[in-house]
Structure formats: C-alpha cells, structure tokens
C-alpha cells in the first residue's frame, strides 16, 4: 500500500510539472520516459495490492469455514 501511495504521489506532482510546460525540450523525452515508466509501477503496484487483499480475504474465509463459523457472515 505504501509503495502505491508514493508512487501516486510521484506521478501526480510529475503529471502537474508537466502539464504547467517547466519541462524544456532538452529533457522533454527522459522525463516522459521516466513518467510512463512509474506509472507502468503504479499499475503493477496497484494489481499487488488488490491480488493481496484478496488473498486475505480468501484465507480469513478459509479460517472461518475451518472453524465452522462462515456462516455467522451470511
């Protein structure tokens, strides 16, 4: 989740720098390079952090129903 966040925070302060034009033309193409390529991490963090909590949740389930008590979440 952390890692998420940061990166949200990194991509949205870059989308905001470029978007007010402070990226000359010189380095125009690094930083649309460096861009994608956090926001390439921030899906694949995102997808992570979904697949985690549902693995949790799978296994809070499977305790439950070991411990004969899903039903009480019906």
């Given at each position: 989740?952390?890692?998420?966040?940061?990166?949200e925070i990194y991509v949205g302060k870059?989308?905001?720098?470029?978007?007010?034009g402070a990226v000359g033309q010189a380095e125009f193409e690094g930083?649309?390079?460096n861009l994608l390529n956090a926001q390439?991490?921030?899906?694949?963090?995102?997808?992570?952090e979904f697949q985690a909590i549902a693995t949790y949740n799978a296994s809070i389930a499977g305790l439950e129903y070991a411990?004969?008590?899903?039903?009480r979440y019906n």
């Open positions: 989740r952390a890692q998420r966040e940061a990166l870059n989308l905001q720098v470029l978007n007010t930083f649309i390079g390439q991490q921030l899906a694949t963090a995102t997808a992570q411990k004969g008590t899903i039903q």
